[in-house]
């Protein structure tokens, strides 16, 4: 008999997390995985708990359970946390740039103090990532000389200058109207062209239903309902039907 290939492991997984701020139970046996090369959505209230789930896969929270993303095991205190951000990328509704740098040093950075890179190499590196997100002619232009769009598109440049495996996007829209949110959805659907493995938290749903593999929809601390894309239109919580059914799927 023909032995099976096995399959290779996820590259993020969430097994039973929890995470409490005080007395608030915000993440409540969360569970779910990423292959490689997938984009999942995570979705829900405000208050459901999809940020936080998300920033524990960059160990930004300390967490009980199990996750483990590219191989590292986050939620171990010894965790090599300059390792693990150079394997996943974060990018969030706020820009983070620094403003007294140009966008050139703003990308350069961290590839030169953490991996080390020669300045020359850094500097072809920041061209090549913002020549991804359409602004390689900011490049010697300052964050306030750049629109909110612009700032998040060459805050997406900076996390990408570091070749991460998994990029995370918070909310990355929601301090934009929707001319530069449709300027950055395009880059992000772009990477997803690319291969990139991409988790997000969303409230696109029109953006989440074209883009995302997979749908994880979280309601008070819970992996509620999760599936491909069509349970956005073929739901089967009611939780889930109410959520779909505010107006939140329009595109």
């Known amino acids: 008999m023909q032995q099976s290939t096995p399959s290779p492991e996820p590259i993020v997984s969430l097994r039973d997390v929890q995470k409490s701020f005080g007395p608030l139970r915000v993440l409540d046996g969360v569970s779910f995985a990423v292959e490689r090369g997938e984009v999942l959505a995570l979705i829900g209230r405000s208050g459901s708990g999809k940020s936080t789930a998300l920033r524990c896969i960059d160990r930004f929270e300390k967490v009980g359970g199990e996750i483990v993303v590219c191989g590292h095991r986050v939620d171990r205190p010894d965790v090599d946390l300059r ?8 990018v969030f509704q706020s820009y983070n740039l620094f403003p007294h740098l140009t966008i050139e040093q703003n990308i350069t950075l961290a590839p030169c103090a953490v991996k080390g890179m020669a300045t020359s190499q850094a500097k072809d590196l920041a061209r090549k990532v913002l020549a991804q997100v359409g602004l390689e002619e900011k490049l010697l232009a300052y964050p306030e000389q750049l629109s909110g769009g612009q700032q998040q598109r060459a805050a997406i440049a900076r996390s990408l200058a570091m070749q991460p495996k998994v990029m995370l996007f918070d909310e990355v829209t929601s301090a934009l109207d929707p001319e530069l949110t449709a300027e950055v959805l395009r880059v992000i ?14 409230h696109e749903m029109g ?18 309902e999760t599936g491909p894309a069509s349970i956005l239109t073929s739901p089967t919580t009611p939780e889930l039907t109410q959520f779909v059914g505010t107006g939140n799927l329009k595109s």
């Open 83 to 90: 390792a693990l951000r150079q394997d996943v990328g974060i």
């Open 207 to 224: 953006f989440a239903k074209g883009i995302a593999d997979r749908i994880v929809f979280m309601h008070r601390g819970k992996v509620h």
């Open 189 to 202: 659907e772009q990477l997803a062209a690319d291969g990139m493995t991409m988790v997000m938290v969303t």
